[in-house]
T-cell receptor, first 112, second 112 residues
């Protein structure tokens, strides 16, 4: 099993739809979780951190399910500008030497 | 004003050459990173430095040598470039190893 797995997509949804995707991780000791978005030929940019209690920022909601070892990202009322690749990041452990693992990304395409 | 800046943005060179990529951050962060993103868009950490000290050194050929003259700079020198080194290299920084990272806009390295 890969350390961090994401459905590569692409998810192709109409504008205004709600879309959700998950990211599973194998190390139950993982402590820090993030969602990034990456536009074509650009750098990854932080979308949101994922807290144990969940996190909401406008149309975006991130959840952590420790029992099943996955994090999720929900996008409501999707916009054309949401089209991008969404990367999850998992950091196992508390040490500064903990490996930082990026998922391979889920491609999202919003159509008019 | 750019938070994390890396130069050059594009680097086209011949196999066997030696090249360097520079990175500077003005965010006052303690931790800096180098990542490689290959043609399949998989983003993989190469090195991490905390206050000029090497923290993470993933399985990277020793032709790659990072250098951190101070905590605001992390340069990457590559000896004897090979075709497989063609990729986008991203520099990033964060306040600490478990905090969100800010990325530079990448150096696109092409080996002829």
């Amino acid at each position: 099993r890969k350390e961090v797995e994401q459905d590569p997509g692409p998810f192709n949804v109409p504008e205004g739809a709600t879309v959700a995707f998950n990211c599973t991780y194998s190390n139950s000791a993982s402590q820090s979780f993030f969602w990034y978005r990456q536009d074509c030929r650009k750098e990854p940019k932080l979308l949101m951190s994922v807290y144990s209690s969940g996190n909401e920022d406008g149309r975006f909601t991130a959840q952590l399910n420790r029992a099943s070892q996955y994090i999720s990202l929900l996008i409501r009322d999707s916009k054309l500008s949401d089209s991008a690749t969404y990367l999850c990041v998992v950091i196992p452990g508390y040490s500064s030497a903990s490996k930082i693992i990026f998922g391979s990304g889920t491609r999202l395409s919003i159509r008019p | 004003d750019t938070a994390v800046s890396q130069t050059p943005k594009y680097l086209v060179t011949q196999m066997g050459n030696d090249k360097s990529i520079k990175c500077e951050q003005n965010l006052g962060h303690d931790t800096m990173y180098w990542y490689k993103q290959d043609s399949k868009k998989f983003l993989k950490i190469m090195f991490s430095y905390n206050n000029k000290e090497l923290i993470i050194n993933e399985t990277v050929p020793n032709r790659f040598s990072p250098k951190s003259p101070d905590k605001a700079h992390l340069n990457l020198h590559i000896n004897s470039l090979e075709l497989g080194d063609s990729a986008v290299y991203f520099c990033a920084s964060s306040q600490s190893s478990h905090q969100p990272q800010h990325f530079g806009d990448g150096t696109r390295l092409s080996i002829l």
